[in-house]
């Protein structure tokens, strides 16, 4: 079992920077792949970034590819979204997610249902 907290969340002008956290509690956070999820107004939640549990292969969206970097800190038990370049299309809720090892496989990480622990998510706001 683990519990999810994100923070760093805002609002920002367009071209900016935010830098979102996902602290997790419990252990082995090391075992668990770590998801970004996001849901505009009106719209499905979507798929943003994912780092697998050994840190060794990081997955984004399109959209978001060149401008977001997914990493993680296990000493901190941490999870971290950078956020680059930011555009209003960008504003949304922000989740953090985590499976447990591969999960249910990684070509299915762009899958919200593949994850099994979610936290209560953040918003970021980007003005334009």
């Known amino acids: 079992q683990v519990q999810l907290v994100e923070s760093g969340g805002g609002l920002v002008q367009a071209g900016g920077s935010l830098r979102l956290s996902c602290a997790a509690s419990?252990?082995?956070?090391?075992?668990?792949?770590m998801g970004w999820f996001r849901q505009a107004p009106g719209k499905e939640r979507e798929f943003v970034a994912a780092?697998?549990?050994?840190?060794?292969?990081?997955y984004y969206a399109d959209s978001v590819k060149g401008r977001f970097t997914i990493s993680r800190d296990n000493a901190k038990n941490t999870v971290y979204l950078q956020m680059n370049s930011l555009k209003p299309e960008d504003t949304a809720a922000y989740y953090c997610?985590?499976?447990?090892?591969?999960?249910?496989?990684?070509?299915?990480?762009?899958?919200?249902?593949?994850?099994?622990?979610w936290g209560q998510g953040t918003q970021v706001t980007v003005s334009s």
């Open positions: 419990g252990r082995a956070f090391s075992t668990y792949t």
């Open positions: 997610a985590a499976v447990l090892l591969g999960g249910r496989g990684y070509a299915r990480l762009r899958e919200d249902s593949s994850y099994d622990y």
């Open positions: 780092i697998i549990w050994t840190g060794g292969s990081t």
